[in-house]
């Protein structure tokens, strides 16, 4: 096989391209948590496609099922059409996830992506409402889109938009001001009629910011949250993109938390195997769109419809949620002795279920580990507005033995690291 040269990419790609800079080499082939380049090198996933892959690369059962899928002609592309493989995930998304947690949702397809799904929760709340504005929360991610990026708290990301982004207001997440209640904080400015800020239509929310440095909600402060939308006529919107689908150890982020939102944004890992889907789940009564009101060329996937539908085994019984549990305990326990160990990193750890990481308190620690665990063979990336969080992602399917592998690649890329000078 003729090998790929790099200098494809940077003579004739984007320089908007970012992780080919993380990850300098060509791979290949995956398999679970593992990737193979083209010179036969063996990387542990500990990214694992930003949350788009949380079950693994090429799951035996699915690709089994899309395999065969596309050895029989299935549709491909439908628009939003009925079909019987959109049909089969409807139903079991239905039986086998929303009617055992008590939940009561219409589902919408938007688009393939999460920027989609947030997109139409925005606009869906706007025209249910009749109200404009947005509240959102510091450090939040939610989409490189207009609306999307309205509500994301990335300075350099927003600066990207290229125009001002109008119709929204930024509120202290959890524990993002040390001396002051952030909710009291909120509803100050909610109760106040000087306040300058309008009754919202939403709030728009992560349990878990990915992007935003791996920093979690209390479910005291999500139960709260809550109930302030209740008494003000607001709807909640839990961004659960990248949270959701057993990233944190339930198939929703929030079920820790015992809320029930009125609108559910969801992409990355829904699919499964990688493939582009996304889903908004709704209040029955909010559902009062026009027939093509929002619509997507892309939102009739029906490739993703089938290994989505296929990855809802999973969800069957809760082996895997508790699996995911016992690993999580594991991870947090190896990163908690890293950060007492290794006082040099004035480090933090952050994170729920295998959604976690190390925030450092020198600058530029975390991109430092990253770049060290890459040549041991481990790949994962970091996050947080300074990108001060080197943040593992690894499969929530991952075996035991890799996971303490990786976490062991981890430690011995901080000593190696620490005991470098630091450039401020």
């Avoid at 600066?159 to 100050?188: I, K, Q």
């Avoid at 949250?225 to 961004?239: A, M, N, Q, T």
């Avoid at 057993?246 to 939102?261: K, L, Y």
């Avoid at 080197?390 to 690291?417: R, Y």
Wanted: glycine share 10%.
């Amino acid at each position: 096989m003729n090998k790929t040269d790099m200098k494809v990419f940077e003579k004739h790609e984007s320089e908007v391209r970012s992780y080919c800079r993380s990850f300098p080499t060509v791979f290949n082939e995956a398999k679970g948590s593992k990737m193979w380049d083209e010179d036969g090198n063996e990387y542990l996933d500990f990214f694992s496609g930003a949350g788009a892959l949380n079950y693994g690369h090429n799951d035996p059962k699915m690709k089994e099922a899309l395999i065969d899928y596309i050895t029989n002609d299935g549709i491909t592309h439908s628009l939003d059409k009925a079909t019987t493989a959109k049909g089969q995930f409807i139903e079991q998304f239905n039986e086998v996830i929303l009617k055992p947690r008590g939940f009561d949702y219409k589902i919408m397809f938007p688009g393939p992506t999460g920027t989609n799904t947030v997109e139409s929760a925005l606009k869906l709340a706007r025209k249910v409402t009749g109200r404009t504005d947005v509240i959102s929360f510091t450090n939040g991610f939610h989409g490189m889109t207009i609306g999307s990026l309205s509500v994301t708290g990335n300075a350099a990301k927003r600066r990207g938009a290229g125009v001002p982004l109008n119709h929204s207001v930024t509120m202290p997440y959890d524990r993002f001001m040390d001396s002051a209640d952030t909710l009291d904080y909120l509803e100050r400015f909610l109760e106040n009629g000087g306040s300058g800020v309008d009754l919202p239509a939403a709030m728009i929310v992560e349990t878990v910011q990915g992007e935003g440095g791996i920093n979690v909600a209390s479910k005291e402060w999500l139960q709260r949250l809550e109930s302030i939308c209740k008494r003000w006529d607001i709807l909640l919107i839990i961004d659960d993109v990248q949270a959701g689908v057993g990233r944190t150890g339930s198939f929703f982020s929030f079920e820790e938390a015992g809320i029930t939102p009125d609108i559910v944004c969801m992409s990355k890992s829904l699919s499964g195997y990688g493939v582009p889907f996304a889903i908004t789940l709704l209040r029955p009564d909010l559902d009062i769109w026009a027939p093509g009101e929002h619509n997507g060329t892309f939102r009739g996937n029906n490739h993703a419809f089938i290994t989505a539908t296929a990855a809802l085994d999973y969800w069957k019984d809760d082996k895997l949620e508790k699996s995911v549990k016992h690993k999580a305990e594991i991870t947090h326990e190896y990163l908690q002795k890293i950060v007492e160990n290794y006082s040099e990193l004035k480090g933090e750890v952050r994170g729920r279920g295998l959604m976690v990481g190390i925030a450092c308190g020198e600058k530029e620690l975390a991109e430092k580990v990253a770049e060290k665990a890459f040549e041991l063979g481990l790949i994962m990336e970091t996050a947080g507005p300074d990108d001060e969080v080197f943040k593992l992602f690894p499969a929530i399917t991952i075996e035991e033995a890799d996971l303490k592998k990786g976490l062991e690649i981890i430690e011995e890329s901080v000593k190696s690291v620490v005991k470098e000078p630091v450039l401020s």
